[in-house]
């Protein structure tokens, strides 16, 4: 089985999702394979509804959606999902902007070698990720961005309701066959943070989940935790593997337009 994981679907002003006509044709191979893939989406954006849903619905296909519970039900986004819309607003200029900001060296050519294996990734925005894993402290680079975020953007709630899933669209989604899974609450991905997800899942959906996948692809739980939970499935990234809390997806943003 291969494991593939999606994020934006369409090519929208500002856009880096995978184009929406790549999309379906990807999907005209995978309807005459139906058993070698599986078909996950993560971060509950409104592109899921409007594109990825009757597209899959059209082919016969079913899809897992991870939704990050937070952002439905505090109206709050993790600052990945800050960083993505403010990359697709600024393109490679915005590790300059957060180094301006900062009054740091710009310097793109120190990460060369960092995460070069995703060869998708262009120079800066691999810069961009050097910067937050291993240059700065994470509480500064949250506050960077989310201090760009609010100048430029505006606030969480009015992006969110514009750009994300709501709680009805999700029971549709979930009426309409597909699966509904965690990508946690807090995108932590630890026990407390998993079971307090679950626990809106089921009181939004009426449902009890029990396929997670792990926010940055990082396991930040224990297999014991993990059955105590009832999770049957968990997807991570980078790689693929046979173990059922372990499951390696492709990143499908690698083929964005």
């Not at 926010?215 to 739980?221: S, V």
Request: aromatic residues 12%; proline residues 2%; hydrophobic residues 30%.
């Amino acid at each position: 089985m291969t494991n593939l994981m999606y994020h934006q679907i369409g090519s929208g002003k500002n856009s880096i999702g995978i184009e929406l006509k790549k999309f379906r044709k990807q999907l005209d191979f995978f309807s005459k394979n139906k058993n070698k893939f599986t078909l996950t989406f993560d971060h509950g954006t409104i592109d899921h509804y409007h594109h990825a849903l009757p597209e899959l619905d059209k082919k016969g296909l079913r899809g897992i959606f991870y939704i990050l519970t937070m952002i439905h039900e505090d109206f709050t986004l993790p600052v990945e999902d800050k960083q993505r819309k403010l990359e697709r607003i600024f393109k490679k200029k915005l590790p300059r902007i957060i180094c301006e900001e900062l009054k740091i060296s710009y310097n793109p050519n120190s990460c060369k070698t960092f995460r070069n294996k995703w060869k998708f990734y262009t120079l800066e925005e691999r810069y961009l990720r050097f910067l937050r894993d291993r240059v700065l402290d994470l509480d500064d680079y949250k506050s960077i961005i989310n201090k760009i975020f609010n100048e430029v953007v505006g606030t969480d709630k009015s992006f969110i309701k514009k750009n994300y899933l709501s709680w009805k669209q999700i029971k549709e989604i979930s009426s309409r066959g597909h699966t509904i899974g965690s990508h946690s609450h807090y995108h932590i991905g630890d026990f407390r943070d998993y079971k307090h997800s679950l626990k809106i899942l089921k009181k939004r959906l009426n449902i009890h989940s029990n396929t997670i996948s792990y926010p940055n692809g990082k396991k930040m739980i224990s297999n014991k935790d993990l059955k105590k939970l009832g999770i049957k499935t968990a997807y991570t990234t980078t790689f693929t593997s046979k173990n059922p809390y372990q499951l390696g997806r492709i990143d499908c943003n690698q083929f964005s337009n």
